[in-house]
């Protein structure tokens, strides 16, 4: 069972990426964040197999969490979903730690960047047209 830690400032948002995620039969959402730095101090307590981590909270934001993320805990990856992706963005996240990102939107793409992220891969449709 693959346990991912939803974090996201709406509560609609966090409901709507649990029904996504939990629809695969090995994936499970372990726990859930409303803050940049309560997804820190959860991912401390207990670290998850993966991330999907908001850009905008009302604390820290994405790029800040996932920079202490991946200084703490290389190996777990994150994936950023973000209403605001942009090439920039995309380039940032990565820069940070985020092993890919995608639009809140774009269902398909979140089920499919999970999967990329599980077998090592990266998922930065945003930067297509860039060498990643």
């Known amino acids: 069972m693959v346990?991912?830690?939803v974090v996201d400032d709406n509560p609609a948002v966090r409901h709507y990426l649990r029904s996504l995620l939990e629809q695969q039969s090995t994936w499970q959402?372990?726990?859930e964040a409303r803050t940049g730095g309560e997804a820190l101090q959860r991912v401390k307590k207990s670290p998850?197999?993966?991330i999907l981590l908001?850009?905008?909270m009302p604390d820290l934001n994405g790029?800040?969490?996932?920079?202490q993320i991946s200084g703490l805990f290389p190996k777990i990856p994150i994936l950023m979903v973000t209403i605001h992706l942009s090439?920039?963005?995309a380039e940032a996240a990565q820069r940070a730690g985020v092993r890919g990102a995608c639009a809140k939107s774009d269902i398909g793409?979140?089920?499919e960047a999970v999967e990329?992220?599980?077998h090592q891969q990266t998922y930065f449709p945003a930067m297509s047209s860039v060498e990643q």
Do not use: G, K, T
Request: hydrophobic share 55%; aromatic share 4%.
């Open 3 to 5: 346990r991912i830690l």
């Open 29 to 31: 959402v372990c726990d």
């Open 48 to 50: 998850p197999d993966m």
């Open 54 to 56: 908001d850009f905008q």
């Open 63 to 67: 790029l800040d969490v996932a920079r």
């Open 87 to 89: 090439r920039e963005l």
């Open 109 to 111: 793409s979140i089920v």
């Open 116 to 118: 990329a992220l599980l």
